[in-house]
């Protein structure tokens, strides 16, 4: 006997008729909390990286609020580099580059 996968047939008639919406109802309510829960911090982030610079005296730069490397971009790409070589499937070295 075939196995039925419309498991809706078996359903009372208005609960069958439910669509898409109804059926992720939850995980669309719960993306978008925490989407705006994320905007909500960053927004936050934002007032008080502008305040502490206001109470220091300094104008407020986006170039200050993102994150910046100590070591500059140079050293950050060859580090990204030295990662994917290490993960790359063809090398079967164990990741040790020869001098």
Not at 71 to 95: S, V
Request: charge should be negative; aromatic fraction near 10%.
């Amino acid at each position: 006997m075939a196995h039925d996968t419309d498991w809706r047939r078996h359903l009372p008639a208005r609960t069958a008729r439910r669509g898409w919406l109804h059926d992720h109802a939850l995980t669309i309510v719960l993306v978008t909390l925490f989407l705006v829960s994320w905007v909500g911090q960053f927004i936050a982030q934002v007032l008080e990286v502008r305040d502490t610079a206001e109470e220091h005296g300094q104008a407020f730069s986006w170039s200050d609020f993102w994150p910046q490397s100590p070591d500059g971009d140079d050293e950050t790409k060859a580090m990204l580099q030295e990662l994917l070589d290490r993960t790359e499937p063809g090398k079967q070295d164990g990741g040790v580059r020869p001098a």
